[in-house]
Structures are given as C-alpha cells and as structure tokens.
C-alpha cells in the first residue's frame, strides 16, 4: 500500500515538474510575452535603413477596437507610409497591408505567427506597373530593438533589398 502511495506521489511530483519545464522551455524559447503581442509595437521607433544613410521613425498604435495595429513612416517628418496590421484573439500579428505615397502596396501574411524570436511575413508589392514577391523577417532583439530584413524574389531566389535597425523611443521618466 505505501509503495503504491509513494509511486503516485512521485508521479504527481514529475508530472508537476514537467509541466513546470515545459513553462520555462516556452518562456525561454520565445520572445518575451509581449513581444508575441502586437501591443510590443505601440509607441514611437526610431529607425535607421542600414548602409543607406536613411532615417526614419514608426509611430504605431492599437486602433478599432485592438483588432488592428495601425503605423506610420515619416521620414523628416514627412508622411511616407501607412500600414495595418490585423490583430488575432491571441494577440498575434496575421496579415499586414502597408500603403506607401508612391501609390503602391505591399499585402503580406504570416502562417505561424513569431517563432522564437522571428516573425516572417511573406506576399506581394503592387507597384504601378509590376507586382513583385516580398517578404519581411523581423526579428526581435531586446523589448526595445528590432531589426528587419526586407527580401524580393528574383527567379528562384531571395535578394535582400536592405535591413532595418529599429529602436523604441523611451520617454524619460520626470
């Protein structure tokens, strides 16, 4: 009978354990929670387009009712860019549609959703004349960096047509 007793004890003991390894393997393994949040992108990000010499900033907010994430690009305060991005009940960025002042758009999706530290999304630029495949990496670097890699497809390959380094603009406590 105590054997019995101490092996249910123990069982209980190791399934309680796992499941407590698995918690921290999760936390572990993924950005922090509210990077897998699309709320990790409100506020202000200063931006740099690395070897181009090109600053930026992207203000970004929660608008109709948390179901989009709404931004936009201004370079010298100038209005470049607005894009939208649907917000899941899980919180998770799933579909992206930025609006550029040329007149074109790129529409991407994502399948997965961030993966460790990564979030792709992949789709199509519509500009006036050709449609081309695209695709963005972020990847999350601390609760205030992020760096983008932006991809076109030529043929059957990927090209970097240039990366992104941005920084959240952290207001000074007074």
Same mark, same amino acid.
């Given at each position: 009978?105590? !054997?019995?007793?101490?092996?249910? /004890?123990?069982?209980?003991?190791? $399934?309680?354990?796992?499941?407590? !390894?698995?918690? @921290?393997?999760? @936390?572990?393994?993924?950005?922090?929670?509210?990077?897998?949040?699309? #709320?990790? !992108?409100?506020?202000?990000?200063?931006?740099?387009?690395?070897?181009?010499?090109?600053?930026?900033?992207?203000?970004?907010? /929660?608008?109709?009712?948390?179901?989009?994430? *709404?931004? #936009?690009?201004?370079?010298?305060? /100038?209005?470049? +860019? @607005?894009?939208?991005?649907?917000?899941? *009940?899980?919180?998770?960025? *799933? !579909?992206?549609?930025?609006? $550029?002042?040329?007149?074109?758009?790129? =529409?991407?999706?994502? #399948?997965?959703?961030?993966?460790?530290?990564?979030?792709?999304?992949?789709?199509?630029?519509? =500009?006036?004349?050709?449609? /081309?495949?695209?695709?963005?990496?972020?990847?999350?670097?601390?609760?205030?960096?992020?760096?983008?890699? @932006?991809?076109?497809?030529?043929?059957?390959?990927?090209? +970097?047509?240039?990366?992104?380094?941005?920084?959240?603009?952290?207001?000074? #406590? *007074?």
């Amino acid at each position: 009978m105590e !054997f019995n007793g101490v092996m249910r /004890i123990n069982a209980r003991f190791y $399934l309680v354990l796992s499941l407590v !390894f698995c918690w @921290i393997l999760c @936390i572990i393994h993924s950005p922090i929670a509210s990077a897998q949040d699309a #709320k990790f !992108f409100v506020g202000q990000w200063n931006c740099e387009a690395v070897g181009k010499q090109q600053e930026f900033t992207w203000e970004a907010e /929660i608008v109709l009712d948390g179901r989009w994430l *709404s931004g #936009k690009t201004k370079v010298k305060g /100038i209005l470049l +860019s @607005i894009d939208y991005w649907r917000v899941e *009940s899980n919180g998770q960025p *799933s !579909f992206r549609r930025l609006f $550029l002042s040329d007149g074109s758009f790129v =529409e991407t999706t994502t #399948k997965h959703g961030w993966r460790k530290n990564k979030l792709r999304m992949q789709g199509l630029l519509q =500009e006036k004349k050709r449609v /081309i495949e695209t695709r963005e990496t972020l990847f999350w670097k601390d609760e205030n960096t992020l760096e983008a890699s @932006i991809e076109q497809r030529k043929g059957s390959a990927w090209k +970097s047509r240039g990366k992104e380094i941005c920084r959240r603009q952290v207001m000074e #406590k *007074s």
